[in-house]
């Protein structure tokens, strides 16, 4: 496990842009993390898997301030401007795509700058259209473009591409590549696809029962190789983290 | 009345190449809604088959003389009446009349209803006020509430427009309240992550999200509102359809009272249409098809 420094060091050396010390969630009776610390720097593509209940979604949330149900103790540090991409793509169906897109932002240029994100995510000419006119995969385009408009330093992605079937999924992850390349957030993103966070993720932390249990750094160079011998290391790495013990 | 034209005549072509036994790749592909389990979709216009046949038997009865004039008036006597009535001005003063009576109430209640679902829907001090008294209103019929309304707010029209108010104010409220209370939590959470105010929540994603629940309320309101009129417009008045219709009773007019309830009938179905129109209009985003 990555010891990190201690909060008050934060800042110190190499920039951080999430800082968790001793974190701790639980439901009623029911602890769902416990003792989790990590750091992310400034600029890393860090992966989540883990098994489903194995708290992944309760530690996103909690970065994302979106648990006030919960029992919670530990220490956050994270930046303001974060964005979180949801698995569904959770567009209001009662607004058309620009104003999705565009939702929250109150500077004057907004809508130059959320048009200028449709075209980015290969949409352009769709804004006046319903959500519901659009494919799932066009309307993840949108939620992406959402995320990314409002220029964060942090994306926080929840299994964004669960809900795709498996080629549209192949193009989300060269959209996600090419525009993370451009507009530099720091990138968490939870998953339980092993090879989405090998192929995406410069680092890979892996969760078990409310703990991280694996913390493995992925030095291959882009576009990602699935035949690379070091991806097939890693792969079965994650794996066995995960407990699956593969045969085919 | 048949929005759905489009579906209707895409039923109707499927069953048409079934009929002319295409093929059966054919028929899959022409959207072929008919199964054995379930019935197909009607044709244009199919709906109206049950009131016209209800016509034409109701006339057929009076020719020969089963259904007497003093029980029911023929269809075309009513006609006549209607058209009688018209040409020697009887008619317009209390259809006015009772318009503005129902308009009122209804402009008034909906307005109302609107204020109690927001105050009651968006926070808890208003949930805890309001909610429970209009529930305890719903079980309360309008029509029983009449004898206090006339002891404190006389004989008048105030308390006929009063008595149109509360029967219209229940079913915007419920449903309203109902609208707001159901938004998706998802959206919610959706409006913090990307930091909206409370009034941008309120704008932007509560009232969109209450707007079906809302219109369900005002399609029930604009039938509503006319029919505490037949009662109230015994109490104190000379002009409106329920007076013409009560006083047609005490003359043994089978004519005017059908003339009365034809009016009732088409006011009810306009007011339910012009409602469907600015819903279809204001949700035409549930409209499209998914890609």
Known sequence: MNAGPRPDEFGAGERLAVSVRDLARGFGEKTVLDGINFDIRDGEFVALIGKSGSGKSTLLRALADLDDDATSSGVIRIPDNLSVLFQDSRLLPWQNVIDNITLGLRDADARDRGLAMLRDVGLAGRENAWPNELSGGEQQRVALARSLARGPSLLIADEPFGALDALTRIKMHELLFRLIAVHRPTVLLVTHDVDEALVLANRVIVMDEGRIIRDIAVDLPYPRDKTHPHFADNRRALLSALGVVTHV | ?291
């Not at chain 2, 295409?22 to 044709?43: D, I, N």
């Not at chain 2, 209390?94 to 129902?102: D, E, P, V």
């Not at chain 2, 008048?156 to 209370?181: C, D, F, Q, W």
Request: hydrophobic share 50%; proline share 4%.
């Open chain 2, 1 to 291: 009345m048949t929005y759905e034209a489009d579906a209707y005549s895409l039923g109707l072509a499927g069953r048409e190449h079934r009929a002319a036994d295409a093929p059966v790749g054919a028929v899959h592909a022409t959207l072929c809604r008919k199964s054995r389990f379930m019935p197909g979709r009607l044709p244009r216009g199919g709906v109206l088959f049950g009131p016209i046949a209800l016509l034409v038997i109701w006339q057929l009865a009076s020719l020969i003389g089963i259904l007497p004039e003093k029980l029911l008036a023929a269809p075309t006597t009513a006609v006549a009446t209607f058209y009688d009535m018209i040409v020697e001005g009887t008619l317009a003063p209390h259809f006015f009349a009772s318009a503005t009576r129902a308009y009122l109430g209804l402009g008034i209640g909906v307005a109302l209803g609107i204020a109690l679902a927001l105050a009651s829907g968006l926070s808890r001090v208003g949930e805890a006020s309001i909610d429970a008294l209009v529930q305890i209103k719903r079980a309360v019929p309008s029509l029983a509430l009449i004898p206090l309304a006339i002891l404190w707010l006389g004989i008048g029209e105030t308390m006929k427009i009063a008595i149109i108010t509360t029967s219209v104010l229940v079913p915007v409220y419920i449903n309203t309240h109902a609208g707001l209370r159901g938004i998706d939590l998802r959206y919610v959470e959706l409006a913090r992550t990307v930091g909206l105010s409370y009034r941008e929540f309120i704008t932007r994603v509560a009232l969109p999200g209450a707007l079906p629940g809302f219109f369900t309320g005002l399609r029930l309101a604009v039938t509503t509102c006319w029919t505490a009129l037949v009662v109230l417009e015994q109490i104190n008045t000379t002009e409106g359809v329920g007076y013409l219709m009560s006083r047609a009773r005490d003359y043994g007019q089978t004519d005017v009272i059908v003339v009365g309830l034809a009016i009732y009938a088409v006011l009810g179905l306009t007011s339910d249409l012009t409602v469907r129109y600015f819903e279809r209009r204001a949700l035409s985003y549930r409209r499209v098809l998914g890609a």
